[in-house]
């Protein structure tokens, strides 16, 4: 078994920091709102801001449940552990290449809205096709070909996966 870890960097980390500080935010001052509410006596509108913090609490707790933590290669699988579960991927007769650059500036392009590029889902890109993304670093960004799906994956050492993916 090889593991790959996956360090946040980049365009991704970057919207991490973004989206926790806007959720953290928005938690923050909905709880102020909701204890001026309630210190006016307006219990309804105190009540219904506390609970619109408690929803964006638990956006911001639920935001990093996708983030790839790393790669395992074990065998004819590949397991990516993401903070909130594992994926697991047969990779028997599986390519993988690193993308270039053009590649992964149109990739980062099409993962961002608002600011906040995304590290997880599903995409479909006129240049890489349909593809699920598991990243974190998109500098590090690796095209593996499946036989039934594709995947882009940051490993640390990209390098070193796709010849890893290679000796398979």
């Known amino acids: 078994m090889t593991r790959f870890p996956c360090t946040a960097g980049g365009a991704i980390a970057k ?6 500080r806007l959720l953290l935010g928005l938690a923050l001052l909905m709880t102020a709102v909701g204890g001026a509410a309630l210190a006016g006596g307006r219990l309804g509108a105190g009540v219904l801001s506390l609970l619109l913090a408690l929803v964006a609490w638990t ?3 639920m935001s990093g449940d996708l983030d790839p933590l790393w790669l395992e290669l074990d065998g004819d699988r590949l397991t990516v552990q993401l903070r909130g579960r594992r994926e697991r991927f047969p990779i028997a007769g599986a ?9 992964i500036a149109h990739l980062e392009r099409l993962a ?3 600011g906040v ?3 997880s889902g599903g995409f479909e890109s006129h240049l890489l096709g349909e593809l699920d993304l598991y990243a974190s670093d998109l ?16 490993p ?3 390098e070193g996966f796709v010849a890893a993916i290679a000796d398979l």
């Not at 919207?15 to 926790?20: S, V």
Request: charged content about 35%; aromatic content about 2%; overall charge positive.
């Open 15 to 20: 919207g991490r920091r973004r989206l926790a």
């Open 59 to 61: 956006a911001w707790r």
């Open 95 to 103: 390519g993988a290449r690193r993308l270039t650059d053009e590649e």
């Open 112 to 114: 961002t809205s608002g």
């Open 117 to 119: 590029t995304a590290g």
């Open 139 to 154: 500098a590090h960004a690796v095209l593996l070909e499946l036989p039934e799906r594709r995947l882009v994956v940051t």
């Open 156 to 158: 640390d050492d990209p």
